[in-house]
């Protein structure tokens, strides 16, 4: 049975978004973090639908508009990608709310949007721009040496953002640049892999999804 999905795509300065504006699968009226775990346990081939191809693509992330739990707030925002669900997403509250606006369902002033990881304070400025206050980030651990198969052993920090991040330093033979993304990519993979292996998480055994190269 075919089901339409009202949707609408914007780009963050080159990232794009896709707004699911309705046509989501009903999650109750829990608490976001609920609303998101049952999203994740029960309906990831909805996920998958939306943010892999060929609908969409792996730089594409995902945001589900929900009711949120209090009339005083803009809505609820659940995010994924081409791989999971997400606890937070910058780019993505900002295509959100630029999303709204252009559909006429946000006017320019402060607006708050509940989201899996806390609520979130955005501004919609009357020239179009859009800030965003997201929760409190902090680092979690410092200069944690982590072994790396085939890498040898990386040191970096843990710290949370809404979701969880490894931030390490590049190998010397890979610097930052276009013709080494398929390399940087694989030693990412890696890393993460590497992490999970060895028990290195976040708070309450939290996956650290994120690598970060500097």
């Keep these: 049975m075919l089901k339409r999905v009202p949707f609408i795509d914007s780009h963050t300065g080159g990232e794009p978004t896709r707004l699911i504006l309705d046509g989501g699968p009903d999650l109750g009226r829990g608490t976001l973090a609920r609303r998101r775990e049952l999203f994740r346990s029960r309906h990831d081939r909805f996920r998958s639908s939306v943010a892999c191809e060929p609908r969409g693509s792996e730089?594409?992330?995902?945001?589900?508009?929900?009711?949120?739990?209090?009339?005083?707030?803009?809505?609820?925002?659940?995010?994924?990608?081409?791989?999971?669900?997400?606890?937070m997403c910058g780019h993505g509250t900002i295509?959100?709310?630029?999303s709204l606006a252009y559909l006429g369902r946000?006017?320019?002033g402060r607006h708050v949007f509940e989201t899996p990881v806390g609520e979130v304070v955005t501004e919609l400025h009357p020239d179009g721009r859009v800030s965003v206050a997201n929760v409190a980030s902090y680092r979690f651990r410092r200069q944690v040496r982590l072994g790396v198969d085939g890498y040898g052993t990386v040191e970096g920090?843990?710290?949370?953002?809404?979701?969880?991040?490894?931030?390490?330093?590049?190998?010397?033979?890979?610097?930052?640049?276009?013709?080494?993304?398929?390399?940087?990519?694989?030693?990412?993979?890696?890393?993460?892999?590497?992490?999970?292996?060895?028990?290195?998480?976040?708070?309450?055994?939290?996956e650290i999804d994120h690598i970060e190269l500097t």
């Design 59 to 87: 730089i594409s992330v995902g945001a589900l508009l929900c009711e949120a739990s209090r009339p005083d707030r803009a809505g609820g925002l659940i995010f994924f990608n081409n791989v999971d669900t997400l606890g």
């Design 95 to 98: 295509g959100a709310v630029a």
């Design 106 to 108: 946000l006017r320019a």
């Design 157 to 206: 920090d843990i710290a949370w953002g809404g979701n969880w991040f490894f931030i390490i330093p590049a190998p010397e033979r890979l610097p930052l640049t276009a013709a080494h993304v398929d390399a940087l990519t694989r030693f990412s993979l890696t890393v993460r892999a590497s992490l999970s292996d060895r028990g290195v998480h976040g708070v309450d055994g939290a």
